[in-house]
């Protein structure tokens, strides 16, 4: 079998693995320093590194969960936020199975422009994919209240995910607060849909299988 070797798809993995493991491609997406290269590294290698270089194009990870009994890989791109590089992160869109969106709780220009990056996504996918909305770095959120700077309300989060039709969590990389929640809800999400497909085709491949003729009868 050939097949690209960084984009392959879900149901080559599945042929060539045991019953039970799964791999989903997963895109993070959200303005420019909003953490999602901090997330990644939360979430992979349960660390936290301050001062990190912006992501330059796009970079992956590869993290295994044990998803209720079920192990599922998650391959997480980390794509650039800068309005240079969007064209890049598009481009990705098409091969994902899912979408982990940030937006930083501190700064309100990142959260205003998530249904911008919610239209690139479906764009760029042609469908509706699977999307878990995190407002990060709410360790920030007490030291921007106390100056007085503006900053988004766990509600306004909530509103903005279900208007979307997105899971919500709010998420701290520095702390680690959320971080392995928000990723196997998408991982839930995205097995679910899966075996909703699988059932889905094995439904219409059913209906599709005519019945054997009957017998002529002797009476």
């Known amino acids: 079998m050939s097949y690209d070797p960084v984009f ?3 149901n080559q993995f599945v042929r060539m693995s045991s019953p039970r493991e799964r791999m989903y491609k997963v895109v993070m997406v959200g303005d420019s320093v909003v953490g ?5 590294l939360r ?3 349960d660390e936290f590194k301050p001062n990190l270089n912006p992501t330059i194009g796009v970079d992956s990870q590869v993290k295994t969960f044990d998803v209720d009994g079920d192990m599922v890989a998650l391959q997480i791109w980390d794509t650039a936020g800068q309005e240079r590089f969007r064209s890049i992160a598009t481009s990705y869109f098409r091969r994902s199975d899912g979408v982990i969106l940030l ?13 911008d990056w919610i239209t690139a996504v479906e764009d760029g996918a042609g469908k509706k994919l699977p999307i878990v909305l995190c407002g990060n770095k709410t360790d920030l959120r007490p030291t921007a209240e106390k100056y007085g700077k503006k900053v988004i309300s766990t509600e306004a989060g909530k ?3 279900k208007a979307a039709g997105a899971i919500f969590f709010e998420t701290s990389a520095k702390e680690g607060s959320n971080i392995q929640e928000a ?6 999400c995205l097995r679910q849909e899966e075996d909703r497909e699988s059932k889905a085709l094995a439904l219409q491949l059913t209906n599709q299988v005519e019945p054997a003729e009957k017998p002529a ?3």
């Open 8 to 10: 392959f798809s879900v």
């Open 36 to 40: 999602k290269t901090s997330f990644i």
């Open 43 to 45: 979430v992979c290698r």
């Open 103 to 115: 937006y930083d709780v501190t700064y309100e220009a990142s959260f205003l422009n998530v249904r």
């Open 159 to 161: 509103k903005l995910a």
């Open 183 to 188: 990723v196997l809800g998408l991982a839930r």
């Open 217 to 219: 009868s002797c009476c």
